[in-house]
């Protein structure tokens, strides 16, 4: 997810708001980017799901194909 850059920070904010501290995640963004760990890839999910959100219409259906 290196090469999208907007993507990545869309989900070290997400990963931020849900993981504030260390009783919710035990990994920084971007020890558990490098490891790629459960709580990374949910919030890569959910950026990746936000960011359809934002497309038009007719682009998210042609994602789709």
């Not at 999208?4 to 920084?28: F, G, K, M, Q, T």
Request: glycine share 0%.
């Amino acid at each position: 997810m290196q090469h999208d850059s907007r993507l990545r920070e869309a989900a070290r904010a997400i990963y931020n708001s849900v993981y504030p501290s260390e009783e919710w995640s035990p990994l920084p963004f971007e020890e558990a980017e490098r490891h790629r760990s459960v709580h990374y890839r949910n919030v890569v999910e959910a950026a990746q799901q936000a960011q359809l959100q934002f497309l038009p219409d007719n682009a998210h259906q042609l994602r789709l194909f």
